[in-house]
């Protein structure tokens, strides 16, 4: 299996881009990763927050095969303890599954027609974070789920 992650525009923090990079290199060690970055709608102006949600819903699904298997990461969405969500990325693989993408939109969130055709859901929380935010949590979870499978330590249970 190969993980997509799907992202809306660069992550602008310096800080918060070397620590996903770190967990990011993590992951590489026991799955393959693509990263896809969707570049940021400039000048919406007066079109407003629908127009630039259904601008990056287009460049969402754009993005997306049809051999995957997505799943947005929303408020309302499933939420796993880690060691759940290790259990969950363990029966995709099981499953022969070729592509998890996760996706992570942009500030306002996903447009309709992306709720529409991607009904998959996972949550990190019930609280809201910074869509930058949530690219590093998503990336230490996946790192904590892949450690929790191989038996190692960074997971103290």
């Given at each position: 299996m190969k993980l997509k992650l799907i992202f809306i525009g660069k992550t602008d923090e310096a800080w918060l881009k070397e620590a996903i990079d770190k967990y990011l290199g993590r992951v590489r060690n026991y799955i393959s990763v693509e990263l896809v970055v969707i570049q940021d709608i400039k000048n919406i102006g007066k079109k407003g927050i629908d127009f630039q949600k259904e601008e990056e819903g287009r460049q969402i699904l754009r993005n997306i095969g049809q051999a995957e298997e997505v799943f947005l990461l929303d408020e309302n969405g499933k939420e796993f303890s880690s060691e759940d969500f290790s259990v969950?990325?363990?029966k995709k693989m099981n499953a022969g599954l070729k592509v998890l993408t996760l996706v992570i939109g942009?500030?306002?969130?996903?447009?309709?027609?992306?709720?529409?055709?991607?009904?998959?859901?996972?949550?990190l929380s019930k609280m809201t974070f910074s869509h930058q935010m949530v690219r590093l949590l998503l990336v230490e979870q996946l790192y904590r789920a892949f450690s929790i499978l191989n038996n190692e330590p960074y997971h103290h249970r």
């Open positions: 969950f990325l363990q942009g500030a306002f969130g996903f447009s309709n027609e992306v709720y529409t055709q991607v009904p998959n859901r996972l949550s």
